[in-house]
C-alpha cells in the first residue's frame, strides 16, 4: 500500500531535550516535506528536499534541522525544543513537485513541556 | 511568511446547501490546490489548478483559479454529512515552497 509514514503518532518531551520524528514514503517520490500546523495558521512549511542531499527552507525552518540521505526517508531533528514548537507536525510526499498531488502521513502530535 | 487568506473561517450549513469558500493572497500563485483535511488525518487533495482562469470540477466539487492569480475559490454543491472537515487553500509561488491558507471548517448539520 503506497503511504507515508511517521513516527512517533504523540510525544512529550521537556524542553532542551533533542528528538527526532521520522518521516518514510514507499512511492519513490523526490519531493518530501514538513509543515506544522496550528490553530488558525493552517499549514506552515518548515522544510522540504526536491531529492537526495538536496534540502531547503520553508516559511518557519528557526529550531528545525532536517536531512535527505535516503530517498525514502526525510526525519525531522529538533536539537532543542521548545514550548513554542508543540504543534501537529505532517510530512508529505509528492512525484516529484510540491503542485503535484501531495500524500500526507497522519501526523505527529508533540508537546514540549 | 506570505499569507493566504481563508474565508470565511467557519461555516455551519444545512445538509443540501451549496457551500462557497475563497483564498485571497497579496501574492502571484503560479498554482493554486484545494485540500480537505478530516479530523484526526492528514490533508488529501480534491482540486488542482494550474492556469489563470481555469475552472476544474471533481463531482460535487467546483474551483477556480482567479484571472489575477491572486485569488482561489471553491464551491460545494447539494452538501452532504461526510464533507464536514477543514478545507485548505494552497498554492505554489515561483520556487519550491509551499504555503497553506488558514482553513475553512465546514459543519454540515443533517
Known amino acids: 500500500e503506497a503511504q507515508v509514514t511517521q513516527n512517533p503518532r504523540y510525544l512529550i518531551t521537556v524542553t532542551g531535550k533533542k528528538l527526532t520524528v521520522t518521516c518514510s514514503q514507499n512511492?519513490?517520490?523526490?519531493?518530501m516535506s514538513w509543515y506544522r500546523q496550528d490553530p488558525g495558521l493552517g499549514l506552515r512549511q518548515i522544510y522540504y528536499?526536491?531529492?537526495?542531499?538536496?534540502?531547503d527552507k520553508g516559511d518557519v525552518p528557526e529550531g528545525y534541522k532536517v536531512s535527505r540521505k535516503e530517498k525514502r526517508n526525510f526525519p525531522l531533528i529538533l536539537e532543542s525544543p521548545s514550548p513554542n514548537q508543540t504543534s501537529l507536525y505532517f510530512c508529505?510526499?509528492?512525484?516529484?513537485?510540491?503542485?503535484?498531488?501531495?500524500?500526507f502521513g497522519p501526523g505527529t502530535r508533540l508537546l514540549v513541556l | 511568511g506570505q499569507q493566504l487568506n481563508q474565508s470565511p473561517q467557519s461555516m455551519f450549513i444545512q445538509e443540501g446547501e451549496d457551500v462557497s469558500m475563497n483564498c485571497t493572497s497579496s501574492?502571484?500563485?503560479?498554482?493554486w490546490l484545494w485540500y480537505k483535511q478530516d479530523p484526526g488525518e492528514g490533508p488529501v487533495l480534491l482540486i488542482a489548478?494550474?492556469?489563470?482562469?481555469e475552472l476544474t470540477s471533481n463531482g460535487r466539487l467546483t474551483a477556480q483559479f482567479g484571472i489575477t492569480r491572486k485569488d482561489s475559490f471553491l464551491n460545494i454543491s447539494a452538501s452532504i454529512p461526510s464533507d464536514v472537515g477543514i478545507y485548505f487553500c494552497?498554492?505554489?509561488?515561483?520556487?519550491?515552497?509551499?504555503?497553506f491558507g488558514t482553513g475553512t471548517s465546514l459543519t454540515v448539520i443533517p
Open positions: 508529505a510526499s509528492s512525484l516529484s513537485a510540491p503542485q503535484e498531488t501531495q500524500y
Open positions: 512511492m519513490n517520490h523526490e519531493y
Open positions: 528536499s526536491m531529492n537526495v542531499e538536496v534540502t
Open positions: 501574492s502571484i500563485f503560479n498554482t
Open positions: 489548478l494550474y492556469k489563470a482562469g
Open positions: 494552497a498554492g505554489q509561488l515561483s520556487g519550491n515552497q509551499f504555503y
